[in-house]
């Protein structure tokens, strides 16, 4: 008898025993996937770089090569070195993409000025307190002595930008105030 109830409860044990399924991937390593196959290190990188509508190449490289609605848009970098209020730092300006009524509205600045619109990027300082903020952009391919307007776009209106200095592949500017920046190269 002694063994038949231990039988039983060997078997009820047994057969009330919860199965459980090997584990699934979670939706991290999911995402984590997808981010590496679009060439982000993880998923918060690729999550960042989605608000400002960056590729992973632009991202890690903090620049903007294509800008919806501007064709043949020269690419535009940004890698640190500001200037705030006359004082060198190792601060770094972030750029991001603007939508495509700001880009229509770059272009129409630079049909106003008799140019050519070569890009327009929105520029941010997180964590900056200046007055001015003198930023070396890159723009690459653009030529030595290039004549260079620059708009920004601030309050709904696009102002003049001081610029400082332009020389091959790069375009020196006093901004500020942060937001979008349009280059415009003159005839």
């Known amino acids: 008898m002694r063994k038949l109830i231990a039988l039983l409860t060997a078997a009820t044990l047994f057969a009330s025993m919860t199965v459980s399924a ?3 991937p979670s939706a991290a390593a999911v995402s984590a996937s ?7 290190r993880n998923t918060a990188d690729q999550e960042a770089a989605s608000t400002r509508g960056m590729t992973a190449g632009e991202y890690y490289n903090n620049a903007i090569v294509s800008t919806p609605g501007v064709a043949n848009a020269m690419p535009v970098g940004q890698g640190g070195k500001i200037i705030i209020n006359g004082v060198a730092t190792n601060l770094t300006a972030t750029l991001a993409k603007v939508d495509k009524a700001t880009a229509e509205g770059a272009k129409a600045q630079a049909g106003a000025l008799g140019g050519t619109l070569l890009n327009v990027v929105k520029v941010g300082f997180p964590g900056a307190n200046y ?3 003198t930023i070396n952009f890159y723009l690459k391919g653009l030529a ?5 307007a ?7 209106v696009w102002v003049d930008v001081e610029v400082v200095e332009v020389r091959a592949d790069h375009v020196v500017l006093n901004l500020v105030n942060s937001g979008a920046v349009a280059f415009v190269q003159l005839p």
Not at 34 to 40: D, Q, R, V
């Open 22 to 24: 090997a584990p699934s």
């Open 34 to 40: 997808g981010a590496s196959s679009e060439g982000f």
């Open 131 to 133: 007055n001015t903020a």
């Open 144 to 148: 030595n002595g290039a004549k260079v």
């Open 150 to 156: 620059v708009k920004q776009f601030v309050n709904g």
